[in-house]
């Protein structure tokens, strides 16, 4: 969602800087004077799930109270197995398959190469959902992170089961040449993930923003079918994908009629966008993102009437990403009926870019208490990602909740007592 910092600002086109439409924030559309960014139709934000606390083992899941039995051989955990009906997202199929890749769970432990248990305190203990449309199951429930300014802050797995790149995995950083991509930064983050049993969330395949120029109507199939493929062959392994980011009316890609257009079911190009991705990546749990779809009625009735239309006319959607960027004005109540009203289209939800943008210490961690505990004992919540953590290096003031010290704000202080991870 966001665009690169510059001092802890956005001063790339990206996801979320700026003032939103509707009340709320938005992406960060381009690089503008100062770091401020003017939002498009509105504005906008990009987002991406996390890994709430622990990552399965070969079919392993919480057990009681928090921690994790490690399932090797596709042994499940008394804290709920994988949904049958799919292939896991490490790869095997039927329940008890393989979880997250199959490795070993690292869960419960909080020294480096780990998440702590994302147990914590609730007893809900993350199980795995049932499968999604298409048959890509869940991930265990998570609380993640994003990357910080363009690379994996050393001990991120201490603190994050999930990593969404920030800028590095929008298209236009990867391909802005045509026949030319530049993996270089992807390589690092995914190589992070995969040696420290950290659930890896793409961000994002198309978007209405930060996509390359060269892109147009005539060649949108087969250079957006291109794309889809040349990245899941190369990290195969990526468990979540924001498959089309912020839809109309916050962002429209300008070669939407090179990808079907409006058709028949109004959003055509969304509906092929979704085929082509399970396409090139089978395995993947394949997100709808956006803003504001919990924080407002106008845009989560909206964002409801697009995931219908698009599942009624055959695209293989997993699961729905809200950003949640406006979520912390608003009374958490409010944000879990609109939540419970997303998944009332039959699909789980993923928090997808998750901050607090609040100064006062005591009243960004009593935000965090009460929307994070929420979240976690929704059981139609499957993951929550953080959108940043380094004070200074965010898209948006005060969002951040550790200084570059380490030192820590009382809200990360208590989010990882919650979770059962360190807290120093």
């Known amino acids: 969602m966001v665009a690169l910092q510059a001092l802890g600002c956005s001063s ?180 992070y993930a995969q040696s420290n049993n950290v659930i890896f969330k793409e961000h994002n395949f198309v978007w209405g923003s930060q996509q390359p120029s060269w892109v147009n109507n005539g060649n949108a199939q087969t250079a957006v079918q291109a794309w889809m493929k040349a990245f899941c062959d190369r990290y195969p392994n990526t468990k979540l994908i924001d498959v089309v980011n912020e839809p109309p009316p916050h962002t429209t890609p300008a070669y939407i009629d090179g990808m079907g257009g409006a058709g028949a079911s109004g959003y055509d190009w969304i509906v092929n966008a979704f085929k082509w991705a399970r396409a090139a990546c089978p395995n993947a749990i394949l997100i709808l993102n956006d803003y504001n779809n919990i924080e407002y009625s106008n845009d989560n009735a909206n964002f409801i009437d697009i995931v219908n239309k698009i599942k009624a006319a055959g695209a293989p959607i997993d699961a729905i990403g809200a950003q949640a960027h406006d979520a912390y004005k608003i009374s958490t109540a409010t944000v879990k009926t609109f939540i419970d009203k997303l998944a009332g289209t039959g699909l789980p939800v993923y928090i997808t870019e998750y901050d607090i943008p609040v100064a006062d210490d005591d009243m960004q961690k009593s935000i965090m208490q009460d929307q994070i505990t929420m979240y976690w004992n929704d059981s139609n919540v499957k993951g929550v990602t953080l959108w940043g953590y380094i004070v200074g290096a965010t898209w948006k003031a005060n969002t951040g909740i550790q200084q570059p010290s380490g030192a820590m704000r009382p809200a990360m202080t208590w989010l990882m007592g919650f979770l059962g991870r360190p807290t120093m």
């Open 12 to 191: 790339s086109t990206g996801d979320d800087s700026g003032a939103r439409g509707a009340g709320g924030f938005v992406e960060s559309g381009g690089a503008s004077n100062g770091g401020a960014t003017t939002p498009a139709s509105g504005g906008q934000t990009s987002a991406a799930p996390s890994n709430g606390g622990v990552t399965n083992g070969a079919g392993g899941t919480l057990g009681a109270g928090g921690t994790s039995n490690i399932g090797s051989g596709g042994v499940t955990g008394n804290g709920g197995a994988l949904g049958s009906g799919g292939a896991a997202p490490g790869g095997a199929t039927g329940s008890g398959g393989a979880g997250l890749g199959g490795t070993s769970d690292n869960a419960g432990q909080t020294g480096s190469g780990g998440g702590a248990s994302n147990g914590g305190a609730t007893s809900n203990g993350g199980g795995a959902g049932s499968a999604g449309a298409g048959g890509a199951a869940s991930t265990t429930k998570f609380v993640g992170n994003i990357t910080t300014n363009n690379a994996v802050r050393d001990g991120f797995a201490k603190y994050w089961n999930q990593i969404t790149p920030e800028n590095e995995g929008k298209w236009g950083s990867v391909q802005p040449s045509q026949g030319s991509f530049n993996w270089s930064a992807l390589d690092k983050i995914y190589a």
